[in-house]
């Protein structure tokens, strides 16, 4: 973790991803400026990271206007959600063997994963999907034949977890896989001890399958990356 002015820069070192590094306002501090933000921009480059952005939008409303005049695209909305015992709605299904994976499980896993969100899965070797186990992350997927068709994971902090890395393989997506996944992962979360737990769904649409299982909306996700070029 690094700090530049009233923003801080987190950075994965177990993976080059650029989805899970990122550099987000630090609460009750004042207003950046255009030249902080260059800064931060300058230091992800420098790790060889692609700068990339991820904060609440009720928390810091002014942030989106600095960021799209210091070259970043327009950040990206996305509902953030919460549930709770008293309002989770648990979905299984009959499909699939829902489980958590087993380190063998781990490649098969990570390279459906890729393919669901639109990587390479030659370029998945489970390496990540290992150290995220080793590190304490549950991760969960839906087995079908022995072959993984859906997956995601929770990190637990303290009693505080995300879920996040859902997705189904594309062709078996609507018919319940990523509810019945998501919901082991919230049960193992409570189990676990967890208080908080929370996501950010990609959209609106899977808002509303999160929805289902009683996630509510109590804010919104916003999020920026530069281009790979």
């Known amino acids: 973790m690094e700090r530049i002015g009233p923003y801080r820069l987190y950075f994965r070192r177990d993976s080059d991803m650029p989805e899970i590094s990122y550099a987000r306002p630090v609460r009750g501090e004042r207003e950046g400026t255009r030249d902080e933000i260059m800064a931060v921009r300058a230091a992800f480059v420098a790790r060889g990271r ?3 952005w991820e904060y609440l939008e009720e928390l ?3 942030l989106a206007a600095l960021l799209i005049a210091a070259g970043f695209p327009a950040p990206t909305p996305r509902p953030l959600q919460v549930i709770t015992a008293e309002s989770f709605r648990p979905e299984t299904t009959t499909l699939a063997d829902v489980r958590p994976i087993t380190w063998e499980d781990a490649p098969p896993t990570d390279a459906m994963l890729a393919a669901a969100f ?5 370029d998945a070797d489970g390496a990540f999907l290992r150290g995220l186990l080793e590190s304490g992350t549950c991760a969960i997927a839906a087995f079908v034949e022995g072959k993984p068709v859906a997956a995601g994971l929770h990190s637990p902090v303290g009693m505080t977890t995300e879920v996040a890395g859902v997705a189904t393989a594309p062709e078996w997506r609507r018919r319940g896989l990523a509810g019945a996944v998501t919901s082991a992962l919230v049960t193992d979360a409570f189990a676990r001890g967890c208080t908080c737990i929370f996501l950010s769904a990609g959209d609106e649409s899977v808002a509303r399958v999160y929805g289902r299982l ?3 909306r109590v804010g919104t996700v ?8």
């Open 50 to 52: 692609r700068p990339r």
């Open 118 to 122: 639109g990587g390479n899965p030659a």
């Open 60 to 62: 810091n409303p002014e």
């Open 214 to 216: 009683g996630f509510a």
């Open 222 to 229: 916003l999020d920026t990356m530069l281009p790979a070029d």
